[in-house]
């Protein structure tokens, strides 16, 4: 048998059970390992994340005033990213699964071969073919740890997180500018009305000068007549 890294590495389709199990997991693993970041370099951009915001807080973005950066970057996350996060974790136990499939396999043949009271030798193969039951347990640890390297490389969480904390800095600062201008509306609104209410009252005593003028005028013209009828 050969004792090389490199053969207990590559899956082995020995005709057998466990020959199936090893090329299904390698597939699983090598699938998962190429495709998810592919899946992050697409959907792990300001833009994908832009359209998530929109779609939790709508067109004008308004956010809880408590909001942290933190939170934002969990719920702006796609869905590729949100895998992406436990992917490696569960990479690692499906390794150990398959490896304890195989481990069970292995010692139904070994009862087999006590049971039948077979010659040594196929015992000690048996017994040696435990050791490569480990192989998919490794194959799960390579694809946890290349699939860590990648994302630490990657800092597509720190990516998004600093997208967070500039768009909350940068919704705050629309928030203040919005109130700002709705204090000044609201004032100039006040403004309006004061000056408005100042040219109706300006307005009314103009009318009422107006009316004292002809009330005066018609009252000298009736003395005006009175004196005249007495002469």
């Known amino acids: ?12 389709w020995d005709g057998t059970t466990y020959g ?18 592919l899946l992050l370099a697409r959907s792990a951009r300001a833009d994908q994340w832009e359209r998530r915001l929109t779609m ?15 939170e934002l970057s969990e719920a702006v996350a796609t869905s590729a ?7 490696p974790g569960l990479l690692l136990i499906a ?37 490569a039951k480990f192989k998919i347990s490794t194959w799960g640890i390579l694809a946890f740890l290349l699939l860590k390297i ?16 500039f768009t909350l800095r940068r919704l705050q600062e629309q928030a203040g500018a919005h109130q700002a201008q709705q204090q000044a509306d609201q004032q100039q609104r006040l403004i309006d009305a004061i000056r408005e ?17 002809l009330r005066h005028a018609e009252l000298l013209d009736a003395l005006r007549r009175q004196s005249t009828r007495q002469d």
């Open 1 to 12: 048998m050969d004792k090389s890294v490199l053969a207990f590495l590559l899956p082995q």
């Open 20 to 37: 199936g199990l090893q090329m299904a997991f390698a597939v699983v693993f090598l699938a998962v390992v190429i495709v998810t970041p």
């Open 56 to 70: 939790l807080a709508g067109p004008g973005g308004a956010l809880p005033a408590q909001t942290t950066a933190e």
């Open 81 to 87: 990213e949100r895998w992406a996060a436990v992917l």
């Open 95 to 131: 390794g150990l699964l398959g490896s304890f499939i195989g481990l069970g396999l292995a010692l139904s043949d070994t009862a087999g071969v006590l049971g039948g009271q077979q010659a040594p030798g196929a015992l000690g193969a048996v017994v040696d073919a435990l050791g």
């Open 150 to 165: 990648w994302f630490t490389v990657g800092a597509h969480e720190q990516a998004r997180l600093a997208w967070s904390t």
């Open 197 to 213: 209410a100042g040219n109706a009252l300006l307005v009314a005593q103009q009318a009422e000068a107006q009316r004292a003028h």
